[in-house]
């Protein structure tokens, strides 16, 4: 199952989803797999599509590409989506508390950056919802790190998801 479809599984033990994020969207696979799977679900999606994020691991990624294509989806799910052309933890202020089902952190996986995108986002994950993310894995020892100092019971899943309940 790839990471989509375990988010989705997770979401469906709790209810239907009316409102999510996705920090680092690239194409906008994971928000087009949501957007069919939930009817209602609006999701905010995060992103710089830029090179200039100054993180090796995007360095050579082909950013216009993935924006055109993120856009298409776009018009596939119109009134759908908030696109936020940002910084990840940045954007996090123009929310408010409690205001999202589930967040979905996937961007900078460097320590600093998932810690960043962790303690922005928290808060907007209401209660019972969920906090969740991609590559917890040995392979991105940031993300372990900084998923693991969460402080809750961090339940993990196919495809290196993450997830804790807030
Ligand atoms: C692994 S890809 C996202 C894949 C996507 N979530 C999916 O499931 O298909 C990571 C994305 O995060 C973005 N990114 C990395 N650091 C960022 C930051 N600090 N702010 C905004 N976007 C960032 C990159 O531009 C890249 O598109």
């Not at 908030?82 to 999202?100: E, N, P």
């Not at 900078?108 to 209660?127: F, N």
Request: contains cysteine.
């Amino acid at each position: 199952m790839w990471r989509g479809e375990q988010i989705e599984f997770w979401l469906r033990e709790n209810g239907r989803p009316t409102m999510g994020a996705e920090l680092g969207v690239a194409r906008g696979r994971f928000t087009a797999h949501m957007l069919g799977a939930f009817r209602g679900l609006h999701m905010v999606a995060v992103d710089l599509w830029s090179v200039t994020t100054g993180n090796p691991q995007y360095e050579n990624w082909p950013v216009d590409e993935h924006y055109d294509a993120f856009l298409f989806v776009c018009e596939c799910f119109p009134g759908l989506v908030t696109l936020v052309r940002s910084d990840t933890a940045a954007a996090a202020t123009q929310f408010a508390d409690q205001s999202f089902d589930f967040v979905f952190v996937d961007g900078d996986h460097r320590y600093e950056g998932v810690r960043r995108d962790i303690v922005a986002w928290q808060p907007k994950v209401r209660l019972g919802g969920m906090l969740c993310g991609h590559d917890y894995t040995p392979r991105y020892p940031g993300v372990m790190q900084a998923v693991d100092e969460i402080g809750r019971r961090v339940i993990t899943g196919e495809d290196y998801c993450w997830m804790v309940r807030a």
